[in-house]
């Protein structure tokens, strides 16, 4: 039987803030369509996943 691999984090803390900062960006920038309520739930996912609200 083989030993299992490390796994290490795809995405650094500092990642997730720039992704969370383009969303917020793009939400602030575009009218409202059936998008912006995916990238809303986008953003509070990426906060939870960085640790911030």
């Known amino acids: 039987m083989s030993t299992p691999t490390r796994s290490y984090s795809v995405f650094s803390d500092e990642d ?3 992704l969370k900062e383009a969303v917020r960006h ?3 920038t575009n009218d409202e369509s059936e998008l ?3 990238y809303a739930n986008l953003y509070h996912r ?3 996943a ?3 609200p």
């Open 46 to 48: 990426l906060g939870r």
């Open 36 to 38: 912006t309520s995916k």
């Open 50 to 52: 960085a640790g911030t």
């Open 16 to 18: 997730f803030k720039l």
């Open 26 to 28: 793009w939400i602030q």
